[in-house]
T-cell receptor, first 110, second 112 residues
Framework: GQNIDQPTEMTATEGAIVQINCTYQ??????LFWYQQHAGEAPTFLSY????GLEEKGRFSSFLSRSKGYSYLLLKELQMKDSASYLC???????????FGSGTRLQVQP | DGGITQSPKYLFRKEGQNVTLSCEQN?????MYWYRQDPGQGLRLIYY???????QKGDIAEGYSVSREKKESFPLTVTSAQKNPTAFYLC???????????FGAGSRLTVL
């Protein structure tokens, strides 16, 4: 099985940097995913890490340490539109399905 | 244009009634999934299908049923056995070559 933990809520200021952490325990690991979900909408894909290290994509970066079961999503130059929930998810090699954490609700303030 | 279509977007049901949520995709993806999301929570896996005519239970399959008779379609039936069906239901697809899940817009079910 899989167990994924991430903070419930975070608050940050427009223009700042915020890091959202995620820890996972899995019986078979095949990648760590981050999704963004605005209220009332479906999740949209942000990033995917399968190897250790940092993946950068514009204002968003994601880091993975497989030995520590740890990932983070880094958001730079925060904008008001970044206010959303951020979902951490791990792929199970056995059933090829994502297991999601409960999500981190990020509020960006002026 | 390619995508995943879920219908209806909103659905109201009386207790004791079965309802079926539709999920259709024209992406030619092999794998399809159904997730449930409750307010302020993450997604939980109900059922998934890696290939036509085959499907597997997820973590919360009790009270739900599915079929996969065509590659394009993966309908979910919420039966009267599901004790607390009010939730946001999301269908997703992926390919074996790329593990990234693509989601439909979702169906919001409310039991009156």
């Amino acid at each position: 099985g899989q167990n994924i933990d991430q903070p419930t809520e975070m608050t940050a200021t427009e223009g700042a940097i915020v890091q959202i952490n995620c820890t996972y325990q899995t019986s078979g690991f095949n990648g760590l995913f981050w999704y963004q979900q605005h209220a009332g909408e479906a999740p949209t894909f942000l990033s995917y890490n399968v190897l250790d290290g940092l993946e950068e994509k514009g204002r968003f970066s994601s880091f993975l340490s497989r030995s520590k079961g740890y990932s983070y999503l880094l958001l730079k130059e925060l904008q008001m539109k970044d206010s959303a929930s951020y979902l951490c998810a791990a792929m199970d090699t056995g059933r090829r399905a994502l297991t999601f954490g409960s999500g981190t609700r990020l509020q960006v303030q002026p | 244009d390619g995508g995943i279509t879920q219908s209806p977007k909103y659905l109201f049901r009386k207790e004791g009634q079965n309802v079926t949520l539709s999920c259709e995709q024209n992406l030619n993806h092999d794998a399809m999934y159904w997730y449930r999301q409750d307010p302020g929570q993450g997604l939980r896996l109900i059922y998934y299908s890696q290939i036509v005519n085959d499907f597997q239970k997820g973590d919360i399959a009790e009270g739900y049923s599915v079929s996969r008779e065509k590659k394009e379609s993966f309908p979910l039936t919420v039966t009267s056995a599901q004790k607390n069906p009010t939730a946001f239901y999301l269908c997703a697809t992926t390919t074996e070559q790329r593990n990234v899940l693509t989601f439909g817009a979702g169906s919001r079910l409310t039991v009156l």
